[in-house]
C-alpha cells in the first residue's frame, strides 16, 4: 500500500454521493479540497470528526477549500447520515474500497492490538492544481479538524 506525499499528483476519481450524483476529482480543479476517509458512517469517531468538519466548513470555504468525505458506505446510509447530523458537504461511496486504497487510505493497519484490514483514518489536501498539500494517516477523529486547520493556517472559528 503506498500512501501520498506531498507534492504528488491526487489520482483522479469518480464516485457517487448520498444523492446518488457522479463527484470527481477533476470538479474541485481551480480551488483547495480538503478529501478525508472514515471508516463508517454514524459510528461515534466518524460522527465526532463529520461534525467537526461539518462546524468548521464555513472557515474553510472563506480560505477557498472545499470538503469531502469519503466511506465504504452505500449511498442511502450517508443520506441518512447527513440528515441526522446536518452535514454540509458531500459525502462519497466507495464501496468496492479501490479508490481508498489507490490514495492509501484503505490496507493493513492496527485495531485493538491486531492487524486487520480496513478504512485508514485520513485526510488528504489537494491544491487547485491537483497536487497534494497535505496528506495524514492514522488520524484520531477528536482534535483532527482543528489541527488540519492549524496546518493548513485556518483561525479556528
Same mark, same amino acid.
Given at each position: ?7 504528488? !499528483? ?15 476529482l477533476s470538479d474541485f480543479r481551480g ?25 468548521? %466548513?464555513?472557515? %474553510? ?13 452505500k449511498p442511502k446510509k450517508l443520506q ?10 458531500? %459525502? %462519497?461511496?466507495? @464501496?468496492?474500497?479501490?479508490?481508498? !486504497? ?6 493493513? =493497519? ?12 485520513? !485526510? ?6 491537483? =497536487?497534494? @498539500? ?15 486547520? =492549524? ?7
Amino acid at each position: 500500500m503506498s500512501r501520498l506525499s506531498v507534492g504528488d !499528483t491526487a489520482p483522479e476519481f469518480t464516485l457517487v454521493n448520498q444523492d446518488g450524483k457522479s463527484v470527481s476529482l477533476s470538479d474541485f480543479r481551480g480551488q483547495r479540497v480538503v478529501v478525508y476517509f472514515y471508516p463508517a458512517a454514524m459510528t461515534p469517531g466518524c460522527t465526532t470528526e463529520a461534525c467537526d468538519f461539518r462546524d468548521s %466548513l464555513s472557515a %474553510l470555504k472563506a480560505a477557498g477549500i472545499a470538503v469531502v468525505g469519503i466511506s465504504p458506505d452505500k449511498p442511502k446510509k450517508l443520506q441518512q447520515f447527513i440528515e441526522k447530523e446536518g452535514l454540509n458537504f458531500d %459525502l %462519497l461511496s466507495d @464501496e468496492d474500497k479501490t479508490m481508498m !486504497t489507490e490514495w492509501g487510505a484503505f490496507g493493513e =493497519k492496527k485495531n485493538y492490538g491486531k492487524v486487520v484490514q480496513g478504512v485508514i483514518r485520513s !485526510t488528504v489536501v489537494v491544491d487547485a492544481e491537483g =497536487k497534494v @498539500e497535505l496528506a495524514q494517516y492514522n488520524v484520531k477523529a477528536t482534535g483532527h479538524v482543528a489541527r488540519v486547520r =492549524k496546518e493548513l493556517g485556518i483561525d479556528a472559528a
